[in-house]
């Protein structure tokens, strides 16, 4: 988190994988998940397919050496 709050670029930028990306609705149920973590940021769509398709890039490196 500490990374997408200096910027979107930074995180997207850096090694770092260990962050969740997840697109949801106005679903009550998924709002009260979301209250059992410390941190969570709501974002657009547009920054919604940024940040999945670098996770994306990401682990299929990641599995390239596996």
């Known amino acids: 988190m500490e ?3 200096v910027s979107l ?3 997207m930028f850096s090694g770092r994988y260990d ?3 997840f697109r949801f609705s106005e679903w009550d149920e998924v709002l ?3 209250e059992e973590w410390d941190d969570y940021v ?3 769509e547009t920054t919604y397919h940024a ?5 994306c890039i990401k682990f299929r ?5 596996l």
């Open 9 to 11: 670029e930074t995180l």
């Open 32 to 34: 009260t998940d979301l």
């Open 19 to 21: 962050f969740m990306v």
């Open 51 to 55: 940040l999945y398709g670098n996770l």
């Open 3 to 5: 990374l997408y709050k």
């Open 42 to 44: 709501s974002i657009d």
């Open 61 to 65: 490196e990641l599995i390239k050496y």
